[in-house]
């Protein structure tokens, strides 16, 4: 049984914006979904989903060290422009910067057939804290991932037991894969993750 409670997304924004100071009060924070920024096509070859991305993102999926990029994604394609996009995201305060990097994150995806997605749409939270267990309160982004029903042959990969939860729940035809990135050693989580993105030929 999940520990937070699962509501509409409108009612997680009516309740930020009416309980700001008692939220912040209690370490709480709001954080949204970035699934806005996926594009699905048909040279998508397999989409990785996540609950919520954490607080360190940046502005794009898993972006923040110590993540899905440093550890498996930046190592798979031997450093290659991942590493220093990534980097330019993370390490700028400009806005525009920002935005110009994360369109060359995504573009260096899109050649490999890389997409994110994450299964919660908006949520409250234990501040500066990406564990699913820091959830309280979310909404579910069902939406999103009915356009990939129209494409079955899509890999998808879960980084939890909670994402792998919901995308079942979604009723996907696709094969779905769990390999979490933590609680195991760098070269353990490697060796899993570099074995099935070339199974599926990225």
Request: hydrophobic share 35%.
């Amino acid at each position: 049984m999940d520990e937070f409670v699962v509501l509409k997304d409108k009612t997680i924004e009516a309740i930020y914006e009416n309980f700001k100071s008692e939220l912040d009060d209690a370490n709480l924070e709001f954080a949204r979904s970035l699934n806005k920024e996926t594009k699905i096509s048909n040279t998508t070859k397999v989409i990785i989903v996540g609950t919520i991305t954490p607080h360190r993102g940046k502005g794009y999926f898993y972006t923040a060290n110590n993540r899905m990029y440093e550890k498996i994604l930046d190592r798979y394609f031997n450093k290659s422009s991942f590493e220093k996009i990534r980097q330019a995201i993370i390490n700028t305060d400009n806005k525009i910067e920002r935005k110009n990097n994360i369109s060359k994150m995504k573009k260096e995806l899109n050649k490999k057939g890389i997409a994110f997605l994450d299964v919660i749409k908006s949520a409250i939270r234990i501040k500066e804290n990406a564990s699913d267990k820091a959830i309280v309160l979310c909404s579910i982004d069902d939406m999103a991932f009915q356009k990939i029903k129209q494409h079955p042959n899509i890999e998808i990969i879960c980084t939890s037991q909670l994402a792998q939860k919901y995308v079942k729940a979604f009723g996907l035809r696709n094969n779905v894969t769990t390999l979490p990135y933590f609680r195991k050693s760098d070269d353990e989580i490697f060796f899993e993750w570099s074995q099935k993105l070339k199974s599926i030929n990225i």
